[in-house]
Nanobody, 117 residues
Framework: QVQLVESGGGLVQPGGSLRLSCAAS????????MGWYRQGPGKQRELVAT???????NYADSVKGRFTISIKNAKNTVYLRLNSLKSEDTAVYYC???????????WGQGTQVTVSS
């Protein structure tokens, strides 16, 4: 089993910034990819950004140029820098870990990001 611990959410004004962190621990046999997804009020969960162990990235169009994902393989940790935040970025943000060996997906408990003046 893999455990994911997220941190860094909170309340921020429009135009502000946050950094989310997610650390993986447990039975880790290599990282295939890690990423962030979000679920806004009344919406389905959607991809925000993913990154592979060799730092190849993928972003949702809605966050390109504003959010940056990065990874520290040695620490099994993924980060998401959120800049120029908008009210529509308000959501619960979930960390995802995909195992290199099994391709199984694991999810964090979610961290709330609220963008409001």
């Amino acid at each position: 089993q893999v455990q994911l611990v997220e941190s860094g959410g909170g309340l921020v004004q429009p135009g502000g910034s946050l950094r989310l962190s997610c650390a993986a621990s447990g039975s880790i046999f290599g990282i295939y990819a890690m990423g962030w997804y979000r679920q806004g009020p009344g919406k389905q969960r959607e991809l925000v950004a993913t990154i592979t162990s060799d730092s190849s990235t993928n972003y949702a169009d809605s966050v390109k140029g504003r959010f940056t994902i990065s990874i520290k393989n040695a620490k099994n940790t993924v980060y998401l820098r959120l800049n120029s935040l908008k009210s529509e970025d308000t959501a619960v943000y979930y960390c995802n870990f995909r195992s290199y060996r099994t391709r199984d997906d694991y999810w964090g408990q979610g961290t709330q990001v609220t963008v409001s003046s």
